[in-house]
């Protein structure tokens, strides 16, 4: 069993920056990938940012240059520094753990954007 648990979300303005962190615990095998997806009211979830244990990294085009994913995996826990943000970033964030073909969802965190 995991258990993935996000903080840092909040109300900010445009232009202005969060950081977002998600803690990883229970069974973590040393080989994963951690991600965050965001999810606007009407609309799919999508990925944002990922990167895996090996420290590779992929970003969705809509975040390039602006958001940063890294990871402490001594920590289990993955970051995604958000910088520049518009009011289209406005959406529930989840933190994401796939390993061994599962995937594992944290509880989500608002992160609103005001023009």
């Known amino acids: 069993q995991v258990q993935l648990v996000e903080s840092g979300g909040g109300l900010v303005q445009a232009g202005g920056s969060l950081r977002l962190s998600c803690a990883a615990s229970?069974?973590?095998?040393?080989?994963?990938?951690m991600g965050w997806y965001r999810q606007a009211p009407g609309k799919q979830r999508e990925l944002v940012a990922a990167?895996?244990?090996?420290?590779?990294?992929n970003y969705a085009d809509s975040v390039k240059g602006r958001f940063t994913i890294s990871r402490d995996s001594a920590k289990n826990t993955v970051y995604l520094q958000m910088n520049s943000l518009k009011p289209e970033d406005t959406a529930v964030y989840y933190c994401n753990l796939a390993q061994l073909l599962r995937r594992y969802w944290g509880q989500g965190t608002q992160v609103t954007v005001s023009s």
């Open positions: 990167i895996s244990s090996s420290g590779s990294t």
């Open positions: 229970g069974s973590i095998f040393s080989i994963n990938v």
